[in-house]
T-cell receptor, first 111, second 114 residues
Framework: GQQVMQIPQYQHVQEGEDFTTYCNSSTTLSNIQWYKQRPGGHPVFLIQLVKSGEVKKQKRLTFQFGEAKKNSSLHITATQTTDVGTYFCAGRNSGYSTLTFGKGTMLLVSP | NAGVTQTPKFRILKIGQSMTLQCTQDMNHNYMYWYRQDPGMGLKLIYYSVGAGITDKGEVPNGYNVSRSTTEDFPLRLELAAPSQTSVYFC?????????????FGPGTRLTVT
């Protein structure tokens, strides 16, 4: 079955440093979504990428979808303590109504 | 709009007991999902439904059952609870319209089986 791998599992940064998490799928994806889960909370949708090579920005967050539609990344510029949480990517194959989630990257930001 | 609601928030079960986790959404979404989340393991799909009366197995369905008699409700049944079912359970829904399958998650149920 489809597998979605995410690295790193964990990253601890100082406030103001940049952060990147990477997502790789074993199959070509129809689209990829990113979610954020705060400690003790539930996953919250951030963004969806659909097109090959697509880049989207949300303030300090930049999301990319690879040319082959098998990998993606989330980059946070100048992290803040409010960025703390676990970031998940989730891939969907064409024709399927379900997502396969990566294991997530836990981000800790020290002030 | 309450979004996706789940009850109970917490539950402790003894081995062999049964229970139903409730999930309701008020967004008129056709698609609903049940996930379990174990520490460091991401979200694993248990069951999902694409509409009332239609359910299908996900990645980890063993030990669970679901039903979808209405658009709003998607209860998850645990029969003969086992310690391996200790986890946080999330229900989610999505409209499934067009290309967007953004999922809205409930607050979760933290279940411990001892």
């Amino acid at each position: 079955g489809q597998q979605v791998m995410q690295i790193p599992q964990y990253q601890h940064v100082q406030e103001g440093e940049d952060f990147t998490t990477y997502c790789n799928s074993s199959t070509t994806l129809s689209n990829i979504q990113w979610y954020k889960q705060r400690p003790g909370g539930h996953p919250v949708f951030l963004i969806q990428l659909v097109k090959s090579g697509e880049v989207k920005k949300q303030k300090r967050l930049t999301f990319q979808f690879g040319e082959a539609k098998k990998n993606s990344s989330l980059h946070i510029t100048a992290t803040q303590t409010t960025d703390v949480g676990t970031y998940f990517c989730a891939g969907r194959n064409s024709g399927y109504s379900t997502l396969t989630f990566g294991k997530g990257t836990m981000l800790l930001v020290s002030p | 709009n309450a979004g996706v609601t789940q009850t109970p928030k917490f539950r402790i079960l003894k081995i062999g007991q049964s229970m139903t986790l409730q999930c309701t959404q008020d967004m008129n979404h056709n698609y609903m999902y049940w996930y379990r989340q174990d520490p460091g393991m991401g979200l694993k799909l248990i069951y999902y439904s694409v509409g009332a009366g239609i359910t299908d197995k996900g990645e980890v369905p063993n030990g669970y059952n679901v039903s979808r008699s209405t658009t709003e409700d998607f209860p998850l049944r645990l029969e003969l609870a086992a310690p391996s079912q200790t986890s946080v359970y999330f229900c989610a829904s999505s409209s499934g319209q067009g290309l967007t399958y953004e999922q809205y998650f409930g607050p979760g149920t933290r279940l411990t089986v001892t």
